[in-house]
């Protein structure tokens, strides 16, 4: 099972969000789009907007759902936690 978070350094949900997975074992990669520049950032953002249709974070996707915004009950469900 894959996990990746895109998230921003200074967002109260995506700190959830990553305290949730870390406090349930859950291994995860997370892309804070906010510490990018340049090329780099604005690839992320493109990428945030593909997988979620605009830009609010975070982002979880889970295998191939995508969860906006820090959903306990939704992240739950799909890593059968």
Do not use: H, W
């Not at 895109?6 to 997370?30: F, H, I, M, W």
């Not at 593909?50 to 799909?78: Q, W």
């Amino acid at each position: 099972m894959s996990v990746m978070v895109y998230a921003l350094s200074t967002c109260p949900y995506c700190r959830q969000t990553r305290k949730y997975l870390e406090e349930n074992g859950v291994d995860y990669d997370v892309l804070e789009v906010d510490l990018l520049e340049g090329q780099e950032r604005e690839d992320a953002i493109q990428k945030v907007r593909e997988i979620s249709g605009g830009t609010a974070f975070p982002v979880i996707v889970i295998d191939d759902e995508v969860i906006v915004g820090f959903n306990k009950k939704k992240i739950k469900e799909l890593l059968g936690l």
